[in-house]
């Protein structure tokens, strides 16, 4: 009878595993993400992968691109739970700011603190066509800075120079900064009229997606990277477009502070975000090491989303950068080399194999605790292989893990005691106490014999 080859599967289309051998760049740029974002006086919040989708929708508009064409729904085949997820809808997270804003009203934020900063760190989901430096899964660093009272030109500008501090210090030094005002809503609103009247007589030059978004979300028009649509707006007027004296000054001042700060900007007029939400202050970063998707990331002010969402009056402006597309444009280095074990167990023989499996685990408890009372900062590892070998085999084990000491247990180190430590570096070896696990738990942590 013939048999059946199983199905392989592979990772699901426009996602990526992180793999092992590059969790250690991820790490670096969580971590120092982490640091630069403590500097500024941020603190982390963690929200849902998912929402309900009426979030999503009221948040960035259901006539955006994302909610219209992007959004990734929930479905269950649970019975008990198929009836709930219909009733509330829930999608997963195509953004953070809607999340953030949904917990910020939810926790009474405003009524504890005056000024709240907050960062997330994590996954997003957009159903769009993959391609480089775009999943369908992908990671995001984000900050969203609100409260009542804060629609400061010196916050926006501080805002913008934290994204732009924080690509500095992940070695990004080529990251242009493009920075336009969408001003009030009135004035969003007088931009949009403005916008139409200058694009109907070219409209049937737009490709078909920015026919639809003339009536829909006109402002998306100007992000098409379609070269027909690029060459409309590039006949049009937009430095005449309407604003207000108030939005123009408040504009003005952003862009001082951030001369005042040394940050290098661009102003854009056809800069703008398709989302609902923007309004003031919209920036964007990008790099021309990533190619045609050129965007590390972006942000903006939005003093009316919490209003909008049933909170408070609450003025507010964030960003969000992509981990992936700056994965990208960092400096390519050697990728560093795994981290050595501090310690591998060898056992000689079939009594010695349980006494070291209980060995092991006594000394990495001992290890643990010893690190936590003396508070030092690295991490150990210790491990064996689980069974038994010739000690040539074992010892090449050990060496392949990278291991910087070994430590043997056979029948005459039972009989006696003890344990051999042997400092795979140097060759020098010493027996300690099989009892005495302290002995060698100081050993580890000094890293010599």
């Not at 479905?75 to 997963?92: M, P, V």
Request: glycine share 8%; with cysteine.
């Amino acid at each position: 009878m013939k048999e059946t080859q199983a199905k392989k599967f592979a990772v699901p289309r426009g996602t990526a595993d992180i793999l092992p051998q590059e969790v250690a760049v991820w790490e670096k740029v969580e971590t120092t993400a982490r640091a630069i974002l403590d500097l500024y006086g941020y603190r982390e919040i963690r929200t849902p992968i998912f929402e309900e989708t009426e979030l999503f929708a009221r948040s960035m508009g259901q006539t955006s691109d994302v909610v219209q064409k992007q959004m990734l729904s929930l479905q269950t085949q649970h019975k008990g739970d198929a009836e709930d997820i219909a009733k509330a809808g829930f999608s997963l997270r195509p953004e953070g700011t809607a999340a953030i804003v949904r917990s910020y009203i939810e926790n009474s934020f405003e009524k504890k603190e005056g000024f709240s900063k907050l960062f997330y760190i994590g996954p997003m989901f957009r159903g769009e066509r993959p391609q480089k430096g775009r999943l369908r899964q992908f990671h995001q660093i984000g900050v969203e800075a609100m409260g009542p009272g804060t629609a400061s030109p010196l916050v926006d500008a501080e805002v913008i120079t934290l994204s732009m501090q924080l690509l500095k210090a992940l070695g990004i030094n080529d990251a242009k900064l493009r920075v336009n005002t969408l001003g009030s809503v009135e004035d969003k609103q007088n931009f949009s009229k403005y916008l139409r009247e200058q694009l109907k007589p070219h409209l049937k030059e737009l490709c078909e997606d920015c026919q639809n978004r003339f009536e829909r979300n006109v402002f998306r028009i100007l992000d098409c990277k379609n070269k027909g649509c690029k060459a409309v707006v590039e006949k049009i007027h937009l430095g005449s477009a309407p604003l207000s004296t108030e939005s123009h000054q408040y504009f003005t001042e952003v862009k001082t502070a951030l001369t005042d700060l040394g940050i290098k900007f661009e102003h854009t007029p056809s800069l703008v975000r398709g989302l609902d939400y923007y309004t003031h202050t919209v920036f964007e970063i990008s790099s021309d090491a990533l190619g045609s998707q050129d965007a590390l990331g972006a942000g903006g002010r939005y003093n009316n989303l919490v209003t909008q969402l049933g909170g408070p009056q609450v003025d507010a402006i964030g960003f969000a950068l992509g981990i992936e597309r700056i994965l990208l444009a960092m400096p390519k280095e050697e990728s560093p080399k795994p981290q050595g074990l501090d310690a591998y167990i060898i056992p000689l023989d079939e009594p010695s194999l349980k006494r070291a499996f209980r060995y092991l685990e006594e000394l990495r408890r001992s290890v643990y605790e010893f690190k936590v009372k003396d508070n030092i900062p690295k991490n150990f590892s210790i491990d064996m292989g689980y069974g038994l070998g010739s000690l040539k085999s074992q010892m090449r084990a050990a060496n392949d893990r990278g291991a910087r000491f070994v430590v043997i247990l056979g029948e005459n180190e039972l009989e006696k005691e003890k344990v051999t430590l042997k400092d795979m570096s140097t060759g020098v070896q010493e027996e300690k106490d099989l009892n005495d696990i302290g002995a060698i738990t100081v050993k580890l942590a000094e890293g010599s014999i």
